[in-house]
């Protein structure tokens, strides 16, 4: 996490400092601070909060940083620079000689709407963690397009440096949660879906990446007769996956213990050699899945808004049919307010920022992702911004 340890110093002098005025758009204020950033083409925000010695942190912020933390290293270090804070400790510096992220194999999940890939070939990886498995198929099919979706933003940074050292052209990294991308694509698209060794979440069964509507989103962008391919060494996890599967009315499932791959990953290596079983799961879509209208608009349209809806807005979780809607954390902004909200799906949902300033309301960096489940909370939003 990109951060500086500074002392403690008067945060009104970032307003009238000439060298940020054009990278920081408003500042937000709550029991931490927020900044507003815009740089280099990108949107996000930086934290500013007191530590348990009285001291100043300025860190990332988690739901808004974009996938190239060099941007949000080299905001910290303007801000530091511009302020000539007294630095206590940092990891912004970054080696000189590290690769540069080779931008056109990072997609936005924006850039999944209404995407069409005609007659190219086309296969996920869900969750590539070192990047071994994604890289060894894309050496060995130049001709088909790899999509590798991976949440741990450190693992998509470091596939993005191979892709780099290994020229290769026809893998595409996504910084996101893969229930959601999948929402995203096209019915009949994928040849293959690869969820290998996914974390079993034992303890919280609802953040498994296996489920009833992933299993219905896999197979609708599966060609027929093409397949989604479990790999797991947990036991837990495998008759839970073959319980979903079978309650889906019509595919074919096939079950294969300790297959041998051309790749294997440093843990699976560990576990072979230690007798542990590993199993895959083969689930082949045998139907014609038909298109999806995804065509929805997420713009805040006749908000009528007044300062007091920080105290208006409920503190409870708002439970509706199929989705819900939680206030996180209010911040006051000049004119207006920034509020971190989660909201959508109860497996699996979005996490944002929600600029209200001089009644113009907005999503920092980006939209939702365009399910039906996030638009019916964006409606319901509406309402409760409409006071």
């Not at 009528?304 to 954390?329: A, T, V």
């Not at 109860?346 to 113009?360: A, C, M, Q, S, V």
């Amino acid at each position: 996490m990109p951060h500086i340890k500074v002392k403690p110093f008067n945060l009104d002098t970032i307003e009238s400092s000439s060298q940020l005025t054009n990278i920081i758009k408003f500042r937000a204020k709550g029991d931490d601070e927020l900044l507003g950033i815009e740089y280099k083409g990108e949107e996000f925000l930086i934290n500013i909060k007191q530590d348990s010695h009285n001291n100043m942190v300025i860190k990332y912020d988690k739901v808004s940083r974009p996938l190239n933390v060099e941007l949000v290293k080299d905001v910290i270090a303007l801000i530091a620079d511009a302020l000539d804070l007294d630095i206590i400790s940092s990891n912004i510096y970054s080696n000189a000689n590290a690769h540069t992220l080779p931008s056109q194999y990072l997609k936005k999940i924006k850039d999944f709407e209404n995407i069409e890939f005609g007659d190219k070939k086309v296969a996920l990886e869900v969750g590539f963690g070192s990047g071994k498995h994604i890289l060894y198929q894309a050496n060995c099919n130049r001709d088909k397009l790899y999509i590798g979706i991976e949440i741990h933003t450190p693992s998509a940074t470091q596939l993005l440096k191979q892709i780099k050292i290994q020229e290769l052209d026809n893998i595409w990294v996504v910084n996101y949660d893969a229930r959601l991308l999948l929402e995203m694509l096209p019915s009949n698209a994928l040849e293959e879906i690869f969820v290998h060794f996914p974390v079993p979440w034992d303890k919280k069964p609802h953040r498994r990446v296996i489920s009833k509507s992933f299993l219905e989103e896999s197979i609708r962008v599966l060609k027929p007769s093409h397949r989604l391919e479990l790999r797991t060494d947990s036991d837990k996890y495998f008759w839970y996956s073959l319980e979903t599967f079978f309650d889906y009315p019509k595919i074919s499932v096939d079950v294969i213990k300790n297959r041998d791959l051309e790749v294997v990953s440093k843990y699976e290596a560990r576990w072979r050699r230690q007798n542990k079983d590993i199993y895959d799961v083969l689930v082949t879509s045998d139907e014609l899945s038909s298109d999806i209208d995804r065509d929805f608009n997420f713009t805040f349209n006749n908000i009528n808004f007044d300062i007091p809806l920080k105290d208006k807005l409920p503190k409870e979780s708002q439970i509706f049919d199929g989705y819900f809607i939680h206030f996180e954390r209010s911040y006051y902004i000049d004119n207006g307010l920034l509020i971190k909200i989660a909201f959508g799906s109860f497996d699996r949902p979005e996490h944002k920022y929600i600029l209200i300033e001089n009644n113009i309301v907005r999503y920092i960096s980006s939209s939702p992702v365009s399910t039906s489940t996030n638009y019916k909370a964006h409606q319901k939003l509406e309402e409760y911004f409409n006071v």
